[in-house]
């Protein structure tokens, strides 16, 4: 009995050759189409490359605009906020600017090393690493050339899925420099296995805060370990309180913070004060001028006046707080809060501070006692290098972010 259709092996030794044949082509067509399919499902996820003017990029901070392509930022805690999506590694492509060799030592007129800390879905991605002259950050630019873009891996063997990722600046712009130089760093766009970038989970943060201050707030020396010939090694912003106090409250926010600045005169020499830096988009870019319209914080934090020693006492000292209060509350508007701050690591600067508050009251500016003595007694956790620790640290944030409210 034959089926019809069938072929019968035994009729033609030509019939019986195609019997064998068809099925050995179908199965190599077969092969051929699974492996091109596998060929362009790689090509087309692999390198994506995502600029920095990407409509899903999200940057919180001041950042220097003016080429849209190549955004430049040096102020602590400035962040470059994204999801990915269908990606298991990623890096970051960045540039700085080096008005020398980076230099490590101590109080030095040179470009400095700059850390960086990444946040996955909320989680800090920090380890201690020798060769990044750090001990709480994901990277940093040692090793850097000057303008010279480098490629910095910040996650891998990410799981399946989304991912919320934030790239958090922990330097201050430059430490304790006499003479500021340029040392900024410049964002030129994000490298990706596979998949796509998307903007955050979440929208921006509603409420804003301005800080301003010295190493106080920077968070120097907060990690409270032995100098190994870097001073951005013995800091985190990521654990200063401004940041840990905006975490608490949900808030997105500014900071200008420098070691050894003050509002009139700085500890360690140099003419360029905090007041002056202020009013740039990157702080050691003195042709930069920042646009306060771009951004506008629903209160300021100052707490200057440590580094200014014995002229905290001066005229000078009270007329150049009163006018930043007043040139305060004139670009950010009649709803702004000023929390005016002393202590923890000298109070001899209190009384100028409570007679700015009570000049800025008087002028209808809602301004405010930021108390921060009393934090360094030891009840709240070590001094280090006669500042905060982290966990002092956390104890101030947690109480400024209890007066804030």
């Known amino acids: 009995l034959k089926l019809q259709g069938s072929i019968d092996p035994t009729a033609s030794p030509c019939a019986f050759s195609l019997f064998l044949i068809v099925p050995s082509i179908m199965l190599l067509l077969s092969v051929i189409l699974t492996l091109a399919a596998e060929f362009l499902t790689a090509v087309c996820q692999a390198d994506v490359v995502i600029s920095p003017n990407d409509p899903a990029l999200r940057y919180v901070g001041r950042f220097d605009d003016t080429e849209v392509d190549a955004p430049r930022f040096d102020m602590n805690g400035c962040e470059i906020q994204f999801q990915v999506q269908g990606a298991s590694s990623l890096s970051v492509k960045l540039s700085q600017r080096l008005a020398t060799p980076i230099h ?31 001990a709480y950050c994901t990277f940093g630019t040692k090793g850097a050339a000057n303008d010279t873009i480098h490629e910095y891996v910040i996650a891998t063997n990410l799981t399946e899925g989304d991912h919320n990722i934030r790239v958090v600046k922990t330097t201050e712009p430059e430490w304790n420099d006499a003479s500021p130089t340029q040392n900024w760093v410049t964002f030129h766009g994000l490298w990706l296995n596979a998949g796509s970038v998307q903007p955050m989970s979440f929208p921006p943060r509603s409420r804003r805060i301005e800080f301003i201050g010295d190493s106080i707030t920077a968070g120097y020396c907060n990690l409270c370990r032995d100098y190994n010939g870097s001073n951005a090694a013995l800091e985190s912003y990521a654990l200063s309180w401004p940041f840990l106090m905006c975490e608490q409250l ?22 360029t004060h905090v007041p002056k830096v202020w009013e740039r988009s990157v702080a050691t870019d003195d042709h930069s001028a920042w646009n306060f319209s771009r951004w506008t914080p629903d209160a300021v934090v100052i707490n200057l006046g440590t580094n200014d020693g014995t002229y905290a006492q001066s005229d000078d000292y009270l007329r150049a707080y009163i006018e930043l209060a007043h040139q305060s ?55 280090c290098c006669g500042h905060p620790s982290a966990q002092v640290d956390r104890a101030i944030a947690t109480s400024g972010a209890d007066f804030v409210g």
């Open 329 to 383: 509350f004139s670009r950010y508007g009649e709803s702004l809060n000023l929390f005016l701050a002393c202590g923890p690591m000298s109070e001899t600067y209190c009384a100028q501070v409570q007679k700015v508050i009570d000049n800025a009251t008087a002028s209808g500016i809602k301004a405010h006692f930021l108390d921060q003595r009393g934090f360094l007694n030891g009840t709240y956790g070590p001094a």
């Open 250 to 271: 949900d808030a997105e926010c500014h900071t200008l913070a420098w070691s050894g600045m003050g509002l009139v005169r700085n500890c360690c020499g140099g003419s």
């Open 104 to 134: 490590l030592a101590d109080n030095p007129t040179t470009s400095q090393i700059q850390h960086f800390l990444v946040f996955v879905d909320g989680t800090a991605q920090a380890r201690s690493n020798p060769s990044l002259t750090c």
